[in-house]
């Protein structure tokens, strides 16, 4: 999608136009032994955003997706935030070390492996997988374990 805005104006001066064609260049030369001027470069950045616009527009078509991109969602997944503190330690020492392990509730008997972990500054939340119940009964884990 092209630009809309026009930077032919202070402070850019930008007078590139893809669509003269009397002006077809793709080369600036600079002067040497002179600093670059900010308005080269800006001419070099429009050079560059037309041309990778033309190639862009010339294999995708308006509108559509570009493989790779997407959101992944895993709905066997369940987020459990713990406390700061187990035991007197700061959860936060070792809280790198808990992927991969698998942790079984103390009072519901149910297990679960531990996909990933989040914190921030109030909260830590681990990202688990369910591996099986402690019973009928209980199908997750208890608040306080």
């Given at each position: 999608m092209p630009q809309?805005?026009?930077?032919?104006?202070?402070?850019?001066f930008d007078d590139f136009d893809a669509s003269d064609s009397t002006r077809n260049y793709c080369?600036?030369?600079?002067?040497?032994?002179?600093?670059?001027?900010?308005?080269e470069l800006?001419?070099?950045q429009s050079i560059l955003q037309d041309q990778?616009?033309?190639?862009?527009?010339?294999?995708f078509k308006?509108?559509?997706s570009v493989t790779g991109g997407g959101?992944?969602?895993?709905?066997?997944?369940?987020?459990v935030r713990i406390?700061?503190?187990?035991?007197?330690?700061?959860?936060?020492?070792?809280?790198y070390k808990l992927k991969g392990e698998v942790v079984i509730g103390s009072i519901s008997g149910v297990k679960a492996k531990i996909k990933a972990s989040v914190t921030n500054?109030?909260?830590?939340i681990l990202y688990i997988s369910y591996l099986n119940t402690g019973g009928e009964d209980n199908q997750s884990f208890v608040a306080g374990e």
């Open positions: 809309e805005t026009n930077l032919n104006v202070a402070p850019y080369k600036i030369l600079f002067k040497p032994g002179l600093p670059v001027q900010a308005r800006t001419g070099i990778i616009e033309k190639f862009g527009s010339h294999i308006e509108g559509s959101v992944r969602w895993n709905p066997g997944y369940t987020s406390q700061q503190f187990n035991e007197g330690i700061d959860v936060d020492s070792y809280l500054s109030d909260s830590y």
